[in-house]
């Protein structure tokens, strides 16, 4: 059996089990911090992965319990669309990564660890990031405890983003 020294984890293992789904409990808890939730938009929030691929792994997901795309209505989509840019935004500036993976898994058959709650995932990268920890050794090492990357990234979602030139509605002022 192969170990690796996370103590800071065993809050998650700990934790009681919630009996709601978690994306439709957290948000109304009033715990955002704990929780790892940085934004709540009306339609939409922005949380972090507690079990992330890298630091930094982010999920949008629509406040609303649907579990495919097809069930959101456009503006859950527009709003979890603009969450998606915001959180790419924000990891930009906090990690500097060379690129990111954004995905929904839909269904359980399709990797979907909460199948019943629609999430996308968002997940920097940068070259070189699966080392031989992964590969030889099954074990995925993040550099940074979760604490830490809610604060980082929490400035900024809290900073506004630079003037594009285009008005809401995607034409020129």
Known sequence: MKLLWAPWR?????????PDCIFCAFPREGRDRDRGILVQAPLAFVILNMYPYNSG???????????DPAE??????LEMARLVQAAMRALRDVYHPEGFNIGTNIGHAAGAGIAGHLHTHVVPRWVGDTNFMPVLGETKVL?????????RLAVAFRTPPPPTGLSPAGESR
């Open 143 to 151: 550099p940074e405890e979760l604490t830490v990357t809610y604060d």
């Open 10 to 18: 065993l809050q998650y293992i700990k934790a009681p089990p919630v």
């Open 72 to 77: 959101l209505t456009d503006a859950e989509h």
């Open 57 to 67: 792994h982010l999920m949008v997901v629509p406040h609303r319990h649907v579990a």
